[in-house]
């Protein structure tokens, strides 16, 4: 065994994918990589000590589509990202005992799902320079939504939702200076997208996601002797991570 997937709930993950880094494994850790910040710190601090490769498995920046429009943007075929609207919402049976419900099993929307918008914004537009956050504390004590205002030197702004008891649209829309781009739900794993502009639209489709994408990522890294990934780096997770951090926070003070 050269390579271990951390696919458990959320606090078993910095202590699975440490042991096995110190056992001489490299380990791809199902999102997110860790319960907060300073996990994920632990975890980076494991990894260039063992010298093993760690990536968080993030596989909505390794589907092919959004690969694509990411590679058409960074090009400058749609000009400025202006907005950014992206939801992750499902209804869940509320069941204390679920791992979504449950606090002492890493519950709540954020960590769960809302990592998907955030991770989204991020990658397309990067770090906010300043944010506002509101979202529903539920009977158990966690998240059960969460809506994220974020904005970014230039008039760039975001609307990121997320949550687990009421079904949302789960689509994403980037609106550009020249195009708007639509992701149908569920946005984070669409093969299709559209692409808007003023004379006409064009529909992008891609290879079928899934999660070998990410896969071949971790064995091209290995292979180039890395210990991180460039596309989802252990700057950008421990970052995302201090976000999600200060707006859990932000949703327990009300």
């Given at each position: ?66 690969v694509e429009l990411k590679r058409r943007l960074d090009a400058g075929e749609f000009g ?173 003070e009300g």
């Amino acid at each position: 065994v050269d390579v271990v997937y951390v696919a458990g709930i959320h606090p078993v993950h910095r202590d699975h994918a440490v042991t096995m880094m110190r056992a001489g494994k490299h380990v791809l850790v199902e999102k997110p990589l860790a319960m907060d910040a300073a996990e994920v710190d632990a975890l980076t601090a494991a990894s260039r000590e063992t010298g093993r490769f760690l990536m968080e498995a993030m596989w909505m920046r390794f589907n092919p589509l959004h690969v694509e429009l990411k590679r058409r943007l960074d090009a400058g075929e749609f000009g400025r990202v202006l907005s950014v609207e992206s939801d992750f919402s499902f209804a869940a049976p509320r069941d204390p005992s679920h791992r979504l419900f449950d606090p002492a099993k890493g519950g709540g929307s954020l960590l769960d799902v809302g990592i998907y918008p955030i991770n989204l914004a991020w990658w397309w537009v990067g770090e906010p320079a300043a944010w506002t956050a509101t979202g529903k504390i539920g009977p158990t004590g966690v998240d059960e939504s969460v809506a994220m205002e974020l904005t970014w030197p230039g008039g760039t702004t975001a609307r990121l939702t997320c949550g687990s008891t009421s079904d949302g649209t789960r689509t994403s829309t980037i609106t550009c200076e020249s195009a708007t781009i639509v992701i149908p739900s569920p946005s984070h794993s669409s093969p299709v997208a559209e692409i808007v502009r003023a004379d006409g639209t064009e529909q992008v489709v891609s290879d079928r996601p899934g999660l070998h994408h990410q896969v071949r990522e971790v064995h091209r890294c290995i292979t180039a002797g890395l210990n991180e990934s460039p596309r989802m780096p252990h700057g950008e997770s421990h970052r995302i991570a201090v976000f999600m951090d200060n707006v859990g926070a932000a949703l327990r003070e009300g």
